[in-house]
């Protein structure tokens, strides 16, 4: 691993262009700094994002990742400081649903995908209706019910805390440039292979190695309907 200098850092994670942040951003991922020296290093990305915080973006993300990392360990405190200056509510959750949503944007943060996952399907259920809750799965026609605001902010969530790689909106263009198949999309997103469908849940790959588009999985056991419906839903006509 290439050994930068505090002024490499901030020229990098400084840099203008979010290819350059998030590159660099990765590279810090694996240099495995604690507490102090990581808050330090991340310094030049935090001021200046902290004037454009309402247009959070997968870099963001990212810092808050390494930051939740370091919430364990040496110089925890200082980590802690700085989510709490730059990010005290994370990323773009909106006020109304920040209650149901906290702990799903807790999970993300932690890159706890699987878990992150299950608790998606639960909040989906819990907005779509009291028999999608009492269910406890999601039918085709109550996706309707889910709120705007909710599914927006459940979607970006996911982009915001995968680097750009899952949520609905990468799964639905992944469809939408296949012409609609299904079957190009199950097997670009790593949901089918050889004709079989991915067995739940050790068939599936739980972090950032796997295809674009893998997660959140949707019902992905119930066909294709469900998410015919998210693909479909009213947020996407705006």
Request: charged residues 20%.
């Amino acid at each position: 691993m290439t050994v930068r200098s505090p002024e490499e850092w901030a020229e990098l994670l400084g840099s203008p262009k979010e290819s350059t942040q998030m590159a660099a951003l990765r590279e810090l991922r694996q240099a495995g700094m604690a507490g102090d020296s990581l808050v330090a290093t991340l310094a030049p990305f935090l001021q200046g994002r902290s004037a454009v915080a309402n247009l959070a973006s997968p870099p963001d993300g990212v810092a808050i990742q390494l930051l939740t990392a370091a919430l364990v360990g040496e110089g925890a405190p200082v980590a802690a400081a700085a989510l709490q200056q730059f990010y005290p509510d994370g990323i773009l959750v909106d006020d109304s649903n920040r209650t149901i949503l906290a702990p799903l944007q807790n999970l993300l943060a932690q890159q706890s995908y699987q878990e992150a996952d299950a608790l998606t399907s639960q909040i989906l259920c819990q907005v779509a209706g009291k028999e999608a809750q009492e269910r406890a799965w999601l039918y085709f026609t109550e996706v309707r019910a889910i709120p705007k605001t909710v599914l927006a902010d459940v979607d970006r969530l996911w982009w915001l805390f995968s680097e750009g790689k899952f949520s609905y909106r990468v799964q639905r263009q992944i469809w939408l440039s296949g012409g609609k198949s299904w079957e190009r999309l199950w097997a670009q997103i790593g949901w089918k292979s050889q004709g079989s469908f991915t067995r739940y849940p050790g068939g599936f790959t739980w972090n950032l190695s796997a295809p674009r588009g893998h997660l959140p999985l949707t019902n992905q056991l119930r066909g294709n309907k469900v998410l015919l419906e998210l693909f479909s839903h009213p947020l996407w006509q705006d």
